[in-house]
C-alpha cells in the first residue's frame, strides 16, 4: 500500500484496467453505433432530433458502448472512494494510449506520428506527477 491508498496496489491496478478497459472499448463501440445510424441532416437540427435520438439509442453498439461508459465511471468512483484525487486521476492517462489503440485496430483509424508525440508527452507529464519527492 502507499500513503495515498487504503487498498493494496494490485487491487488498485486491477480496477484500473478493468476500468480503462471498459472506457477504450465503450467510445469505439459508441463510435461504431454512431456510424451505422449516420444520417446527413445535422445532428442536432430541431427537426431530425428527435428522429436521431430514438435510433440511437435503439442501436445495440452504442447501448453496449454507453453500458462500458457506466461500469468505467462505477470504477472509477470505487478507486475514487478509497484513494486519492491526485494520485488516481493521473492513473487514468493511461487511456489516452489505450483507446486510440483500442481505435486503431477495431476502427482502423490513422493516428499521425504527432498525435502519438502528444499522447506520450501527456503520459510523461502524469509519470512526473507520480514521481516520490
Do not use: N
Not at 463501440?29 to 444520417?39: P, V
Amino acid at each position: 500500500m502507499t500513503d495515498s491508498l487504503k487498498k493494496p496496489l494490485w487491487y488498485v491496478f486491477l480496477l484500473m484496467a478493468l476500468g480503462l478497459g471498459s472506457e477504450a472499448w465503450g467510445f469505439v463501440f459508441i463510435k461504431k453505433g454512431l456510424l451505422e445510424t449516420a444520417s446527413s441532416a445535422p445532428f442536432l437540427s430541431a427537426s431530425h432530433l428527435l428522429r436521431v435520438f430514438l435510433q440511437i439509442v435503439q442501436t445495440p453498439l452504442v447501448l453496449l458502448g454507453t453500458a462500458l461508459e457506466a461500469l468505467h465511471f462505477g470504477i472509477l468512483m470505487e478507486l475514487l472512494s478509497f484513494g486519492e484525487v491526485s494520485f488516481i486521476i493521473p492513473l487514468t492517462s493511461v487511456g489516452y494510449i489505450l483507446t486510440p489503440v483500442t481505435a486503431l485496430f477495431l476502427l482502423h483509424e490513422t493516428i499521425p506520428p504527432a498525435r502519438w508525440a502528444g499522447i506520450l508527452l501527456v503520459c510523461l507529464g502524469v509519470a512526473v506527477i507520480l514521481k516520490k519527492d
